[in-house]
Structures are given as C-alpha cells and as structure tokens.
DNA sequence: CTGAAAGCGCTTACAG
DNA sequence: CTGAAAGCGCTTACAG
C-alpha cells in the first residue's frame, strides 16, 4: 500500500529479468514465456505497483488526456447538457485508463485550448458545441490534433456526433399538427448554434410532411431574453397563437411566465412544448411536453469515438442518436 | 508554425550551446550569461518553440495538472455553482500554466479520482464540496497530495475556503426579524452537507443576537424533493407562517409553486427568501430576496492557495469570502 | 523467449 | 558562465 514509486526497474531486480521484461509483461505487447509474464504480473498485483502513466507517455509520445471544450459563455439552462456530457465522457475515458482536461474557450478567447495543445497535453479533443463558424475546430484541424464535435455542422471532414434534433422537431411538430394545431409559434436562440438551425429544419419538414405551408411569420430566432420573449408572446397572444414551441427550457420558463402575468391558462387557451427536459419544468403544472435526449450516452458515444480516432480505428463521419418525445398536459387538446 | 517537436537539443544544436544552456535559460535557473540567454531566448522566439511540459514534468516528477473533484450526483441547481467554480479555477490554473483535470466521484465511487493520483496524473486536487464523512479528503490526506477544499469542514488540517454561508443566513435572517417578522421558517436540504448546518447556525445566531428565541419547529432539513416540499408548505401556511427561507434555488422554485396552487400570494401573505441567486428564479415576479456569491472568485481563490501549496507556500488554513445580499420585493412588508 | 541499449524531451547535480 | 552526463520511468527496435 505504502511502496510509493515503485518503478519497472525496481521490479526487474527483485525478480532478476530485465526491464524490458516487465514492460512486456505489464503491456502485453511481444513475446514473452507465459511463465515469467505470471511471475511479474503477480508480482505487481502483490505490490500494487501502477506504472508511471506519465513516463509510458512520453516514450510512447501519448499523454492518456483528452481534450473536453467546454464554452465560457453558457447560458443557465445549457448547463446540465454540458455536465451530462462530462459525466458520459469521463465514464468510458476513466473505463479506458484516460483522463480528462477542461479547456473553457469563448468564442472571443481560445487559449486555454491552444495551451493544452501546444503543451502537449492532450491526444485529442471533444468539442461540446458547434458553432457556423467553429474557430476551435479550425484551430484543432490545422494542428492536426484528432478531435470530435458534439453537435452539427456542414463542414464535412469533421467527425461529428449529435442527436438527430431535425427530426425530433419534425416529430413533435407533426404530432401537434395532426391534433388541429395550425397556429404553431416556434421560438429559438443563437441561430450561429447548428442546433437551432437543425430544429427549425425539422420544423418546416413537419409542414411539408402534412402538405401544409410553414407559417414563416410564426418564427422567432436569436430571441435571448425574457424580454423578448415577453412581447413576443404578447403578440402572439394578439394574433391568436395557438400553440408555442420553445426550443430550450429557459425560452419556455420565460413564455410560461408571460402567460401567467397576461392571466393565458395553459393548455386551455394556449399549448406549449419544449426541448431539453432538463428538469427546470419538472415540477410545472400543467406538466410540459418535451423532447428528451440521453444526453449521457451521447458523451459516452462521442468519447468513444474519439478514443477510437486516437487508437487508429476507423469510425463514422456523423452519427446520429435518438430522442424521445413526452407529450403531456401543456399539449393536452383539451378543445376537442 | 509547423516546426513540429523543435526540441530542447535541437536548439542547442542550431546555436551551439548545450542543452544544459538552453534549458537554463528558459527556466531562468541557474548561471548564464545575459548574452547567451538572448540568443536563446530570440531563437525560441522566432521559431515559437514551446517545451515539452511533459517531458518537463517527468523530469521534476512533477505534472503542472490540477484535479478538479466534480460531484456526479448533483442536484440541477447545484450546477451554477459548479461552473463557475470551475471557471475561475481554470482562469487561474491556465495563467499559471496549469491544466484542469476533471474526476467525477460519487459518495460510492472515488475510483476516478483514486485513477487520477496513482497514475500520477496531478500535483493537487481540489474539491468543489465538503462533506461530513470525506471519503476524497481522506484519501487525499493519507495519499499525501496537497489539495484544499471549496466549502467548510471541521477538520482542522484541511485547508478550505468557503463563502461565509453562517454571517450570510444570519444577516439574512436578522434582516427579516428586524422588519417585524417572527415565524420564519428555514427549509433546506441534505444535513450530510457542512454548507447547510453552517446557514442553520446562521439562521439560529440571527435569533440569538435580536435577543429571541429561535423556533425550532420551523426548521425542516433533508428536504430532497418537490413533494415533501409541498407537504411542508401546506402545513407551514395551516400554522400561519410569515416568511419561508429556502436554502437554495430549487427548494425556493418547489415552495413558489406550492403557494401559487394553494393561491396564496407572495409577498402579501407569506414572503420568501433563497439562496444562490443562480437566475433560475431571475424572471419571477415579484423578484426573489436572495443572497449572493461571487463564485468565480471563490474558483480563483481556491486555484490560488492550491497552486501556492504545491510551490510550497504557505497558506492560510482557512478562507472566508464575503457574500452579498439582495432585498427584493418577495419580502417586502406590504402590511407596513 | 529475453536482454542491453538507445531513446522520449526535459532537468540538475557535478565539474570545470 | 558553460557543458557532459546521469536521471525521470517507461518503450522498442535490434540482437541474440
């Protein structure tokens, strides 16, 4: 328990092979008798001795750390999308004797992530984020460090993963439409996120899928406020709006407030779905219907992926994984 | 740009010195001459070479990584907090030229952050949570790694540093009763967290100082879920209470909800105070009195006293940052 | 099947 | 002030 620093050489002595028996032995890697390799592997499980991950790395060139980017500029209710991705990836990379090393970047300041990679710090990198105009992915791909993108983007080339957020939109869209609604208001963030850009897609195929015509004017991007959103809704109230769709839980929290304020009961005169079930509405009545992802597997996935590039393996451009979509109370016809 | 792996000897090479000399003057340890140290320093420059940290580290057995603790089973409104913790602390560690390597533990599972030290993965840890029974502070101090902890213990010998929850939940509180308010009740979470007890004794020494006497029945802890919140609630309004403390946001939102169905209006009949102002209630009407903290700093300052510990620097055994309170309209005293 | 030796890219006594 | 050499703890051709 206590022999602090026992090296590969200290090993060899005590057991009168070389240290490149030991090597052998530990990795597994040339040949070596079945007999001394138990002897040594026996030795070290007695002796609890872990090799110096450090020093393997630099002979091997390899540091066993990935890169996790991570944004400085969140929002609140991104939030347990990120940790959850966190929580994924640092499963399946602890499961494959790697660690992970945070670099917080925004899109104004990346060093954090060029130190880790100058420094040699890191075999690869996941991106939890991206953007239309990615400079993390553009730095990682002149550098010619491996890495992979949670989320979508055009740029072919870019091993990227995410969940299929088009058709989830399309899904639940169409869900509504087939229940009556025809007065559907989408509400969305940051167009320069591919995902909202994939949910408005998803959106208009709805339409089309239903033979009808998107009502374009029902359609508010880069809405970042509670402000906003608040005359926003208040128009929409004019207009009769029949049902809004918010694509984050904070753009819904702060429609859900508005309507209380205007004395709007939901879903009675007004229905609402969200995106995210992240647990901010969980405790809503009427409850919210949603789109849900496994927001942990997708991490597990991407990490996986990724240590995958790393090892050489060959892996998919883009996967995509699936959603599930609750329909409750605040969607409930309650009209018919 | 793309001199990829420009080493140590190969700079010695081009200019003719040692290896010795080229490491010295980069350290800046050691004699040289104020000539030759330029002449290194400007090759270097120019062919912006950066060391190798690990190959560095090796050398000094040493890594330039940082553990962060992350705590895999955490509450939604707990992540705020650890974001930001995590900001400030990878502000600093990256100034330093530090990286931030993230190990999630539960209270069952250490394993990632026990992978992180035997592997000789990091110089320090720090740990975003204090609990009563500290299985990462245990291991840590029998490991003999240097690490200093966000939140409050008992244990002496543990360096902490932590927002002054027990001023913050009195002046709170004193503020409260010095408006005339006397049934206040104080609803928080897990008692296995110090942070809790500490704005309990808050919460108590507020009392104690107005020269009364603090009603003890209304102090409901391990609160955990929206249900038993509400259970609460009903019973607090059945006894007429006057104000209700949450000891954070989540609790707060539970209790917001519980008295919107049971019709009861804030702040006319009872008023509310929180914790942690983590803009999950910053929309609600009427705003939230609330206390806050400056958790990036407490990030900073904790990544501070850490790296000062691993340059061998003394330290304060303990910290507290100050915390700020907000009196908004939840609390107003509309009666007066 | 096993080992001596060179090497990964740095640091640091020890000489000079 | 400067350098040769050993060392950090591992890996890996190259021989045998």
Do not use: W
Not at 105 to 118: C, G, H, M, N
């Amino acid at each position: 328990m206590d022999e602090r620093n026992l090296t590969i050489g200290d090993i060899a002595k005590e057991l009168g092979v070389s240290k490149t028996t030991v090597s052998r032995a530990i990795s597994g890697k040339g040949r070596i008798g079945a007999e001394t390799r138990e002897k040594v592997l026996q030795y070290i499980e007695e002796h609890n001795y872990r090799p110096n991950v450090i020093a393997k790395g630099l002979a091997q060139s390899r540091t066993f750390n990935i890169g996790l980017v991570m944004p400085g500029d969140y929002n609140v209710v991104e939030l347990p999308f990120f940790q959850n991705c966190m929580l994924g990836i640092s499963k399946v990379a602890s499961s494959m004797d790697y660690d992970v090393l945070i670099s917080v970047v925004t899109t104004e300041d990346i060093s954090q992530l060029q130190r880790a990679v100058i420094n040699h710090k890191i075999d690869g990198v996941i991106l939890t984020r991206t953007l239309v105009d990615d400079t993390p992915a553009q730095y990682l791909k002149e550098m010619q460090i491996p890495f992979v993108a949670i989320g979508s983007t055009d740029e072919r080339s870019i091993i990227q993963i995410d969940n299929d957020h088009r058709s989830a939109c399309r899904e639940l869209t169409e869900n509504l439409l087939v229940q009556g609604m025809r007065k559907i208001a989408l509400i969305g963030g940051n167009q320069s996120y591919m995902v909202t850009r994939n949910r408005l897609g998803g959106f208009m195929d709805a339409y089309t899928r239903q033979g009808l015509e998107p009502e374009k004017e029902h359609i508010y991007l880069d809405v970042e406020d509670g402000a906003m959103v608040k005359a926003l809704v208040q128009k929409m109230i004019a207009e009769g709006i029949e049902c809004i769709i918010a694509m984050d839980d904070y753009l819904c929290s702060c429609v859900l407030n508005t309507l209380q304020q205007q004395q709007v009961s939901v879903p009675e005169q007004v229905k609402i779905a969200s995106f995210y079930d992240s647990s901010f509405l969980e405790n809503h009545i009427p409850s919210i219907t949603s789109i849900q992802f496994d927001v942990e597997e997708l991490g597990r996935m991407t990490c996986k992926t990724l240590l995958g590039i790393i090892e050489g393996e060959d892996v998919p451009e883009k996967s995509l994984l699936g959603y599930e979509i609750s329909m409750r109370d605040s969607t409930n016809n309650c009209a018919k």
